[in-house]
T-cell receptor, first 114, second 114 residues
Framework: DAGVIQSPRHEVTEMGQEVTLRCKPISGHNSLFWYRQTMMRGLELLIY????????DSGMPEDRFSAKMPNASFSTLKIQPSEPRDSAVYFC????????????FGQGTRLTVV | GESVGLHLPTLSVQEGDNSIINCAYS??????FIWYKQESGKGPQFIIDIRSNMDKRQGQRVTVLLNKTVKHLSLQIAATQPGDSAVYFC?????????????FGQGTILTVHP
């Protein structure tokens, strides 16, 4: 398995533009997590899904952020409109649910909003 | 104004020494804990995990200790190597209604000098 795959690896966009980050979890995993990492706040959980259903989105900073998981093999995190303070590395991770198992992380998307 | 980032704890050791990285967790209901290693430009990578019904678990060159009484977790790395230099995170899996939600600590920077 290729692991968790995120795209793009790097994204530079102008303030006000819509940004969509993509994630393909490991096949067979049914929990998916979106994290944001910054120097200011460290690694923050934004939202996580179990069996494609959002379970906890309390970490989503505001309504500009939305996440979807239309099927077991794909998820998106969208920011509309983007702001410079959204600049960060966004990680997607997946794990087997229903038990205590580790989450496997993708390589991340480095987002820069100018 | 000047931005203030996280001041991560740091640990500097000589190659061949043993390293101990500590973590205090907050949720007494957490029942599963993981240590991750993050190298520059990469996503966090699983090292070792431990369930709450254990107080010690050993892997290859690594040992995790769990003290539930004081909500403390530690990672011991034997014969530390330059390749071990990275940021190390502990993560806890909250129980109850938040089961499956992984929350990360702020991280510790480990630097291994040859």
């Amino acid at each position: 398995d290729a692991g968790v795959i995120q795209s793009p690896r790097h994204e530079v966009t102008e303030m006000g533009q819509e940004v969509t980050l993509r994630c393909k979890p490991i096949s067979g995993h049914n929990s998916l997590f979106w994290y944001r990492q910054t120097m200011m706040r460290g690694l923050e959980l934004l939202i996580y899904f179990n069996n494609n259903v959002p379970i906890d989105d309390s970490g989503m900073p505001e309504d500009r952020f939305s996440a979807k998981m239309p099927n077991a093999s794909f998820s998106t995190l969208k920011i509309q409109p983007s702001e410079p303070r959204d600049s960060a590395v966004y990680f997607c991770a997946s794990s087997l649910s229903g038990g205590n198992t580790e989450a496997f992380f993708g390589q991340g998307t480095r987002l820069t909003v100018v | 104004g000047e931005s203030v980032g996280l001041h991560l704890p740091t640990l500097s050791v000589q190659e061949g020494d043993n390293s101990i990285i500590n973590c205090a967790y907050s949720n007494s209901a957490s029942d599963y804990f993981i240590w991750y290693k993050q190298e520059s430009g990469k996503g966090p990578q699983f090292i070792i995990d431990i369930r709450s019904n254990m107080d010690k678990r050993q892997g290859q060159r690594v040992t995790v200790l769990l003290n539930k009484t004081v909500k403390h977790l530690s990672l011991q790395i034997a014969a530390t190597q330059p390749g071990d230099s990275a940021v190390y995170f502990c993560a806890e899996n909250a129980g109850g209604t938040s089961y499956g939600k992984l929350t990360f600590g702020q991280g510790t920077i480990l630097t291994v000098h040859p």
